[in-house]
């Protein structure tokens, strides 16, 4: 279905619902590129909504790789299940519960990717420490402030170096009747780091 290697795939390509959020392409394929992903990895996508992530990732790992998606939201987990059978995916698996009490189960990884994770960023970054191999990254994408500040206060006590702090605005056309105007999403925060 989808014939490209390159992330960033289109948000309409995605099955969508009102009540699942996903990450938008241009926001994921920076994520994507931040993980430094490569075939055979094992990936971790937690708080994985819609399962754009989760889909972005399966196809950079290839069928030699493995992505672990959990999601507490029934509904999310669903929609994520219906994303992978729509592009064709069978090396992701979707797990439905607790970040926090799931991945206390989940094998090591090569790179983790953070989402809606219902105000416990904080805690699973600092459950996901154990869960990364040495060298593994973890990357995290961030729309509240609040958020951004707890999960630097943890980062800052952690086994992890090479912090990079990106904050991305973009800007989407929309036709109007008179021409095209720009209309600005908002900003999202996304921290990477690699374990020591």
Same mark, same amino acid.
């Given at each position: ?7 960033? /795939? ?8 009102? $009540? ?14 931040? *993980? ?56 992701? $698996? ?17 790179? /983790? ?36 500040? $707890? ?24 036709? %109007?009747?008179? *021409? ?8 999202? %925060? /996304? ?6």
């Amino acid at each position: 279905m989808w014939k490209s290697k390159t992330p960033g /795939i289109p948000d309409e390509e995605f099955e969508r619902t009102e $009540s699942v959020p996903i990450t938008k392409e241009e926001i994921r394929a920076i994520q994507i590129s931040k *993980g430094r992903l490569s075939a055979g990895q094992t990936v971790l996508d937690i708080g994985c909504g819609s399962g754009s992530i989760s889909v972005e990732a399966g196809i950079q790992i290839e069928s030699s790789g493995k992505v672990l998606a959990i999601d507490y939201d029934e509904n999310a987990v669903e929609l994520t299940k219906k994303n992978l059978k729509k592009f064709n995916l069978s090396n992701v $698996s979707v797990i439905f519960g607790n970040a926090k009490e799931k991945i206390l189960d989940l094998e090591e990884a090569d790179v /983790i990717f953070i989402g809606g994770t219902g105000g416990d960023t904080a805690e699973i970054v600092k459950l996901s420490e154990d869960k990364l191999k040495s060298g593994g990254r973890i990357v995290i994408g961030i729309i509240l402030i609040e958020t951004l500040y $707890s999960v630097l206060q943890i980062l800052d006590k952690l086994k992890f170096d090479s912090i990079d702090i990106t904050q991305v605005t973009i800007s989407k056309s929309r036709k %109007t009747t008179t *021409g095209t105007m720009m209309l600005a999403r908002n900003p999202v %925060t /996304i921290i990477s780091a690699s374990k020591i």
